[in-house]
């Protein structure tokens, strides 16, 4: 197991962007529909915790899973209603939720805190694939959710950009008017990206739970709910570079923890507060808006142009 | 073929407030250009909203080929071959034409092929002679094109009863007969085509008949053959229209704003105005024709300060007042009167009083120090209301509640109490009904006899033909071409609209 450093910070990088992938993947969806979700903070956690709570009651990690996406869709469904069919606003709706999902799930867990949950999800080695020198390890060496998020990323590519659904999702969140009138079902199209979006939220959530700590603690999302959403703004809206930017995220994270780990022989980095190190991701996420919020302001490109904007036919 | 498209039977569509349409018949017969005539808010744009499915009417019957049919949303209305050109264009700017036509249809499988369907389009416009690319994004098209587009949208899904809103509003003179040529070959092979217009001219000249909404009532039926302007005329308004007409005063020989090598950028970065050069004079209705989007918005920002110059200079009274704040053209009495009543010209939801100060608050008159003394604003919004007719519910209700055509009289009152040297009017009639209309004009034509310059751009042709002392023709954010209130040429100033710059007929630049 003698693996350059690099293989296996990269390695721990897939593991740490994963749950940032599930999110930001829900997030492209409702965001291409033209619903801004700011509760993927809140989804997330509510998602950990029932999946958490689900595997401890039934000893299987996939009805952990199955209870996390219910949990995010049960979410995403307030949020629809609230910002599609009574066109609240949709950054209140999102911080509420947020909050909301915050308080639920440290009420939901209390009891539970700390207890290992029986069945984690476990790395399984792809055969064929796990050779392949240093990408087999860095990609092919892990647990089941992380597979399933790279088929998310290919399936939801392929929906959004290849498929007539995808179209008219896009057309919902460019210009509803238009794609009223051209008959297709804004709301209906908004409802089920939104859903689906809460819905991975959750898995997120239930990855932190089940996989990556693997544990139940108050709060356990730390933020990463907000670097999902801003993460989807520096992927402008498209699965690939989600990938590479929740990897990126991820490896910023892992990185601390290596540094840490490291001891004296992190040289100079040995004497950064770990505190710091700790900071390195929201750090990254401010420079990353910065960077990329003037660019596109510049260019004009990427936002849904009805993004944050409720629809109303017969508004006058 | 069952003689009637459509049949509409006293319909009747409520808003809170308001009746838009109100026992309206209607019927369409398979090839026929038939015009629906009417001033703004006549209802009717209510009325084909309700059928295209957008609106749901509260009472009333329609029938669709012989039919009676209940259309509750677009799709129903889509299946029943109706299709409408919006005003406002419903198009996705960021998809290619393409994408456009086939989103929401069903006619691709669930994986898209689009080279498949770009050229099945090619083939298809080529068809009905319309001419657009297939592959090319919709913000890349100019507006021209982009009607173009959504007709080819229709045409695509099989649409025979079709609906334009104003079709002309945004076109040059050419391009509006080149519109009306094709959508008369549609008639040919025997679809219906329902015309939205408030123009008579044009509606005489193109249409097969006539049918006339006022105030959301049905009030006639012609045939376009039988009838004259006149006629239309009164059954659209029931009465005479009379402006300030007999201008007897000239314009001044002194130049109170001069623009020299005017450029600037617009919201794109690219460069809407082009080293422009335009003089206004004391007394002088400067009119600006020009399709919209051709650097009028522009113009008027920059004179108002809004917006930097990248190059040119801008003199008022001949002293420079290049790169200023919008306060010091305030004080400078440069006064505009915005295209977005509300929201450049007026704040929603603050009442009359607040917004009757908005450029005025700093004012000795009004405020004490820090302090604005709302006993003095009281009587000044009070003056303000009284003197230029502000029909409203009270001068503490928010401005957002009045009507268009209060909305533009209370912008009106507050730029011109602050008795401005130059006034700038971005398309100030839009929207407004006849009597509002009527006012408005007549308040341009006596603060020019008051001898304040005014810069009048408008989309309406007409309107700038009989109010200006001259007018300066925009395209793609140059000058073509100035015309003196002689020289005025509906031919002249269309062929300049497109681009054809006439020599000689240019702003010549005093050298002082």
Redesign the interface.
């Known amino acids: 197991m003698n693996d350059p450093l690099v293989v296996v910070i990269l390695s721990t990088a897939v593991i740490a962007g994963t749950p940032l992938l599930f999110a930001a993947l829900g997030e492209i969806l409702a965001e291409r529909s033209g619903v801004l979700n700011l509760g993927v903070e809140g989804m997330m956690l509510v998602g950990a915790v029932s999946g958490y709570i689900a595997t401890l009651l039934t000893g299987n990690h996939w009805a952990g899973v199955l209870a996390a996406l219910a949990a995010g869709g049960m979410m995403g469904m307030i949020h629809a209603f609230i910002s599609v069919s009574l066109r609240g606003n949709q950054v209140v709706s999102g911080l509420a939720l947020t909050i909301f999902g915050t308080g639920l799930s440290a009420f939901l867990g209390k009891s539970y805190i700390g207890q290992p949950v029986p069945d984690v999800f476990k790395p399984v080695t792809v055969p064929l694939f796990s050779q392949i020198p240093y990408l087999g390890k860095i990609f092919f060496e892990h647990d089941a959710l992380v597979y399933l998020s790279y088929i998310f990323v290919i399936v939801i590519w392929v929906l959004v950009f ?7 999702l ?2 919902v969140g ?2 509803p ?9 804004v709301y209906l199209t908004r409802y089920i990206s939104v859903v689906s979006g809460g819905m991975l939220a959750g898995l997120g959530g239930a990855y932190l739970s089940l996989a990556y700590a693997p544990t139940w603690l108050e709060n356990m999302t730390a933020g990463r709910g907000w670097i999902a959403v801003a993460l989807v703004i520096f992927a402008v809206w498209h699965p690939w570079k989600a990938l590479v930017g929740s990897y990126i995220f991820g490896g910023v994270d892992a990185l601390g923890f290596h540094i840490q780990a490291m001891g004296e022989k992190a040289l100079f980095l040995k004497d950064v507060s770990p505190f710091f190190l700790q900071m390195l991701p929201y750090i990254l996420t401010i420079i990353v808006l910065i960077l990329v919020t003037s660019e596109t302001k ?1 260019r ?1 490109v990427g936002t849904p ?1 009805a993004l944050g904007l409720p629809y109303d ?2 508004e ?1 | 073929m069952t003689t009637t498209l459509v049949k509409m039977v006293s319909i009747t569509k409520r ?1 809170p407030g308001v009746t838009a349409n109100s026992g309206i018949n209607f019927e369409l017969r398979p090839g026929e250009i038939h015009a629906l005539l009417g001033e703004n808010g006549a209802g009717k744009s209510t009325l084909m909203n309700i059928l ?1 499915g ?2 749901m009417p509260d009472e009333g019957e329609i029938y669709i080929r012989g039919a009676r049919v209940k259309l509750t ?3 129903d209305a ?2 029943a071959g109706i299709g ?1 050109v ?1 005003q406002h ?7 290619s034409v393409a ?2 036509v ?4 069903g006619d ?5 092929n689009m080279q498949e369907v770009e050229d099945k389009l090619a083939r298809f416009s080529g068809e009905y002679g319309i001419n657009v690319m297939p592959g090319s994004k919709i913000w890349q098209l100019s507006v021209g094109e982009q009607q173009r587009v959504e007709i080819v ?1 229709m045409l695509y899904r099989g649409t025979d009863i079709m609906i334009l809103d104003e079709p002309t509003a945004v076109l040059t003179p050419q391009e509006s007969r080149e519109l009306f040529a094709t959508l008369r070959r549609m008639a040919d092979m025997g679809k219906g085509i329902i015309v939205i217009s408030h123009k008579i001219q044009e509606v005489l000249e193109n249409a097969d008949r006539i049918t006339v909404l006022r105030d959301g009532r049905y009030v006639d039926t012609f045939s376009g053959k039988d009838t004259d302007s006149r006629k239309l005329t009164m059954a659209m308004v029931d009465r005479d229209i009379s402006y300030g007409q007999n201008i007897s005063s000239k314009p001044k020989d002194d130049f109170i704003l001069c623009l020299k090598g005017l450029t600037v950028l617009g919201d ?2 690219q460069k809407a105005l082009k080293s422009l050069d335009l003089n206004l004079r004391k007394g002088e209705i400067l009119g600006i024709a020009g399709v919209a989007g051709n650097g009028q918005k522009e113009l008027a920002e920059v004179i108002a300060g809004l917006r930097e110059e990248a190059a040119g200079e801008i003199e008022v009274r001949g002293e420079r007042f290049t790169g200023r704040s919008a306060r010091r053209m305030i004080d400078a009495g440069i006064s505009l009167i915005p295209e977005d009543r509300l929201g450049t010209g007026l704040v929603g939801s603050l009442n009359i009083l607040e917004n009757s100060i908005l450029k005025k608050y700093r004012s000795g008159d009004i405020s004490t120090g820090w302090f604005i003394s709302w006993k003095r604003v009281r009587e000044y919004a009070h003056r303000l209301v009284e003197k230029f007719d502000v029909k409203t519910t009270g001068v503490e209700a928010p401005v957002r509640l009045l009507s268009g055509g209060n909305l533009q009289k209370l912008l009106l009152a507050r730029e011109i109490s602050n008795d401005p040297d130059v006034i700038v009017a971005v398309y100030p009639v839009r929207g407004l009904d006849v009597g509002a209309i009527e006012f408005v004009r007549n308040t341009l034509l006596r603060q020019r006899e008051n001898g304040k310059g005014i810069i009048l751009i408008s989309e309406e042709l007409e309107e700038l033909f009989m109010l200006s002392d001259r007018v300066a023709v925009m395209h793609e954010g140059e000058i073509m071409g100035i015309l003196d209130r002689e020289e005025i040429d509906l031919e002249r100033v269309g062929r300049m609209m497109a681009g054809e710059r006439e020599e000689g007929s240019h702003e010549r630049t005093a050298v002082r």
Not at chain 2, 89 to 95: C, N
Not at chain 2, 108 to 112: M, R
């Open positions: 290849k498929t007539r659904w995808g179209l008219n896009r057309a460019e210009n008017a238009a794609a009223d009138s051209m008959g297709i079902p510049k004009r142009a036919r017969e006058r | 808003f295209t957008l609106y949303s677009p799709r889509i299946e409408m919006h264009f419903r198009l996705v700017q960021t998809f994408e456009n086939i989103m929401g249809s691709q499988g669930f994986f898209l949208k794109r970065g």
